[in-house]
């Protein structure tokens, strides 16, 4: 699934005429359960004992193998491929992140532990609701998450409340997670699909490399010190304003504001219609 999800998101992300991608689950009451016990019961074996810290070196070296696809390749024969392939599975996140395709998680179902973090990593979480959960349950075999749970999670719904599930394992039901805010809407578990469908058509009408800067403006420099990340921001603001699309727009509502004496953004009709077409005037998006 990890390459599967993989090749999926590099094509949306390079793909200009890819402005979403929506995921959900095959089984009747599942989005995405979680990771194959024994795949990782069997990443676990073969080598000795380690601490943390001997842990971090290995996580970084395995992201380093992962670049060099020759290197990747021998590697992969060995004991380390679980670790390459969950290292896979955090870059594919990441990248979701920093895309301009919007992400939408149609959570038809309950999702546990890499179920959950594949939602997390997700722009918009959309859920059925009835007897669903959605949580990190690791504790609960001795393990902890490991596909970004720990990091996503509390800046959704914060460090405390983050705690308190993880360390419990106890996963939300969706009255819970709206209201924690882990997740975005709760509806009728047959109008999941139609309505992320039908958010990830709305956002995605607006221009696919702006939507790009906002997210890793929001999803990295957010985590910044202020002066670091009011920086990363200006520089992502810098390239979309001098970008062919952004100075067209502007000069185009710049001449209407001249030609109409009004502001059009303050204008009530005006905006409802540029919200509705993802643009304020007729400048083709990038």
Request: aromatic share 6%.
């Amino acid at each position: 699934m990890s390459k599967h999800l993989k090749e999926l998101v590099d094509r949306a992300d390079r793909d200009p005429d890819i402005h979403a991608v929506v995921f959900t689950g095959t089984h009747p009451d599942r989005f995405l359960s979680h990771s194959d016990a024994r795949w990782l019961q069997e990443g676990g074996t073969g080598f000795p004992p380690i601490n943390t810290r001997t842990a971090k070196l290995v996580a970084r070296m395995g992201r380093l193998i992962n670049r060099v696809p020759v290197v990747r390749t021998l590697a992969g024969m060995t004991r380390l491929k679980s670790l390459l392939q969950l290292d896979s599975f955090h870059a594919t996140f990441l990248k979701m992140n920093a895309s301009g395709t919007i992400f939408v998680a149609a959570l038809n179902g309950s999702a546990l532990a890499v179920g959950a973090e594949l939602a997390f990593a997700c722009d918009l979480r959309i859920m059925a609701d009835g007897e669903h959960v959605i949580g990190l349950t690791e504790v609960l075999l001795g393990l902890t998450p490991g596909g970004g749970g720990t990091q996503r999670l509390p800046r959704l719904i914060g460090t405390q409340q983050t705690l308190l599930a993880v360390l419990e394992g106890r996963p939300f039901t969706p009255a819970e997670a709206l209201s924690l805010g882990a997740v975005d809407e709760v509806v009728p578990q047959d109008k999941v699909l139609a309505r992320s469908i039908e958010r990830a058509e709305y956002l995605s009408l607006r221009s696919k490399k702006s939507l790009g800067a906002i997210k890793r403006s929001i999803y990295f420099g957010s985590s910044l010190s202020l002066e670091d990340g009011l920086q990363f921001e200006h520089a992502e603001f810098l390239v979309r304003d001098q970008s062919k699309e952004g100075q067209g727009r502007l000069l185009e509502y710049i001449a209407t504001t001249d030609a109409t004496g009004e502001l059009p953004l303050l204008n009530r009709e005006t905006y409802a219609r540029a919200l509705a077409a993802g643009r304020i005037g007729g400048s083709p998006s990038e």
